[in-house]
């Protein structure tokens, strides 16, 4: 297992850098799932803002990077990194209007439910102090031909 699973690691480790790295450590993972924590949804200059204001939707870019931390830490170190596209999300319940306003910091978490070499399939949520915000699932497409420098992969396998 990894040590030190910080923003730092992050950072290292998904293709999001500075303000859009948006996830700021790694609470627990294994093989098939991953909780994340996020701290930045409450500052007024997000990058994901519009009008003022962070929706609720925007928990999905949370949930997609939560998704890409699991693809680096549950890949095979020795096999080139793979990038991977998030393709589609299905049946996603939005429980409340915006993010901005949550008080608490935000879990993130991501459950890998079914996945072969070239597609995977997430079932996610993007909580705030027990209360869910947001749920759904994600399709993640892997790229089957490029590699990436493991500093810039999105998923692997």
């Avoid at 608490?104 to 209360?131: N, P």
Wanted: negative net charge; aromatic residues 4%; charged residues 20%.
């Amino acid at each position: 297992m990894v040590a030190a699973l910080d923003h730092t690691w992050i950072a290292a480790h998904i293709p999001h850098q500075g303000r859009m790295c948006l996830l700021e450590s790694v609470l627990t993972w294994d093989g098939e799932r991953i909780a994340c924590v996020a701290i930045n949804h409450r500052l007024p200059d997000h990058p994901l803002c519009q009008h003022g204001r962070l929706g609720a939707a925007c928990g999905i870019e949370y949930a997609a990077q939560a998704m890409a931390i699991h693809g680096a830490l549950v890949s095979d170190q020795d096999a080139p990194p793979r990038p991977g596209m998030l393709i589609s999300v299905r049946a996603v319940d939005l429980h409340v209007n915006r993010l901005d306003d949550i008080p608490h910091d935000l879990v993130v978490e991501a459950e890998r439910i079914s996945g072969d070499l070239g597609l995977l399939l997430y079932q996610f949520k993007v909580c705030g102090a027990d209360r869910c915000l947001l749920e759904g699932r994600a399709s993640v497409l892997l790229d089957r031909g490029t590699t990436v420098p493991t500093n810039a992969s999105f998923l692997h396998d």
